[in-house]
């Protein structure tokens, strides 16, 4: 079953979105926070090949911050983001420049600079490309728990290798994380006794549909919003 790919059908980034927090600067990375400032519990929103300036992601990062939660969405990316309109544009030299391990280090400072707030507990969410960045987090004791939102691709060694409350939320119509991979990295998660997992594959639904759907469709909102709260009641569920 085939379906669009982490480097399809981008996000308007013109879109008026009502904005609740600020860009910021922490830790040498250009950061949407929003939120109250003082929370011990914070999330990290790694987005996708797009960048942190979509519209649809930093509504849904004012969605989590209005629980109570510090929510920062990294520009991981240092404003390059994957840009299907210029003509001039080198795929493979952007894929080469921006891997998710790269991405995934680069987080680091930023977690600590959170810790040194007073934060004591820390989620993070990735989608498509931030998934495997997320995933790669997974691995280590820097963050508490995690979501990947039809993530990138992930190898079955990652998987195996993860050590917090893991949350993955497919698509139905996806090429990169079909249903069958989603259902075979959740067997391998339900095995593990030490941590809590959740695997769900959303009907209907293509890669992306969380951060890139239409938001004239009520369809595609009711679809991305049943993600967005599954993911909200996981953070919620696991960090105290």
């Known amino acids: 079953m085939s379906g669009p790919s ?12 009502n904005e609740t927090g600020t860009v910021q600067e922490l830790a040498g990375l250009k950061t949407y926070v929003t939120g109250p400032p003082h929370s011990k519990r914070a999330i990290l929103l790694i987005s996708d090949v797009f960048g942190f300036e ?14 109570g939660f510090l929510v920062v969405v990294p520009d991981l990316l240092y404003g390059d983001i994957f840009d299907l309109n210029n003509p001039q544009f080198d795929r493979d030299s952007w894929i080469k420049a921006h891997a998710p391990d790269k ?13 040194s707030k007073g934060v ?11 998934g495997v960045v997320v995933a790669k987090l997974a691995v280590s004791d820097d963050i508490q728990v ?11 060694e990652e998987i195996n290798e993860v050590k917090v409350p893991i949350a993955i939320l497919g698509a139905e119509i996806d090429n990169i994380f079909p249903p069958e991979k989603l259902n075979q990295y959740g067997e391998i998660l339900s095995a593990k006794a030490q941590f809590e ?44």
């Not at 982490?6 to 979105?17: A, R, V």
């Not at 004591?120 to 931030?130: D, P, R, S, V």
């Not at 919003?225 to 993911?231: F, I, K, S």
């Open 6 to 17: 982490c480097f399809e059908n981008p996000p308007s980034l013109t879109t008026p979105s």
């Open 54 to 67: 979509a519209p649809l992601l930093r509504k849904l990062a004012d969605k989590v911050a209005a629980e």
């Open 197 to 240: 997992s959740f695997v769900k594959t959303y009907p209907g639904v293509s890669h992306g549909w969380t951060v890139r759907y239409n938001v004239e469709d009520e369809a595609a909102v009711k679809s991305a919003e049943e993600a967005h709260q599954d993911m909200l009641n996981w953070f919620t569920k696991h960090i105290k």
């Open 120 to 130: 004591t507990a820390i989620g993070a969410a990735g989608f498509c490309w931030g």
């Open 146 to 156: 995690a979501v990947l939102l039809h993530p990138g691709p992930i190898s079955v």
């Open 103 to 115: 991405a995934s280090e680069d987080t680091k400072p930023l977690i600590a600079a959170l810790r």
